[in-house]
């Protein structure tokens, strides 16, 4: 079991930046991916970034590449998210989760392959 809670969301303006943190507790072994989703209202939940705690192993949408940047520390206690040049179109409620053993942290990661969730938390960014 993993347990995750996520912090930090809040309300931005269009081109500032926000940090999302992600308390990792429990059987959070290195072979798990750790990632962000994203699900706005209406919408489907959808990958934002994913990384493995050790070696490296990263993904991010492209609509968010080069804007967000995800990290975890080496004893995968704590995860975050960091959003730069936030657009409207990235409000959401953001979500970390950790996957089941050994999924791929460097492709688009799926819900189906994500056993563990936080609760969530809200982002606004206005224009």
């Known amino acids: 079991q993993v347990q995750l809670m996520e912090s930090g969301g809040g309300s931005v303006q269009a081109g500032g930046s926000l940090r999302l943190s992600c308390a990792i507790s429990g059987d959070m072994d290195i072979r798990r991916c750790m990632a962000w989703f994203r699900q706005a209202p209406g919408k489907e939940r959808e990958g934002v970034a994913a990384i493995r705690p050790v070696g490296g192993s990263l993904y991010y949408a492209d609509s968010v590449k080069g804007r967000f940047t995800i990290s975890i520390d080496n004893a995968a206690t704590t995860g975050l998210l960091h959003l730069n040049s936030v657009k409207p179109e990235d409000t959401a409620t953001y979500f970390c989760?950790?996957?089941?053993?050994?999924?791929?942290?460097?492709?688009?990661?799926?819900?189906?392959?994500?056993?563990?969730w936080g609760q969530g938390t809200q982002v606004t960014v206005s224009s």
């Open positions: 989760a950790a996957s089941r053993m050994f999924a791929p942290c460097n492709t688009d990661p799926r819900v189906s392959e994500y056993p563990y």
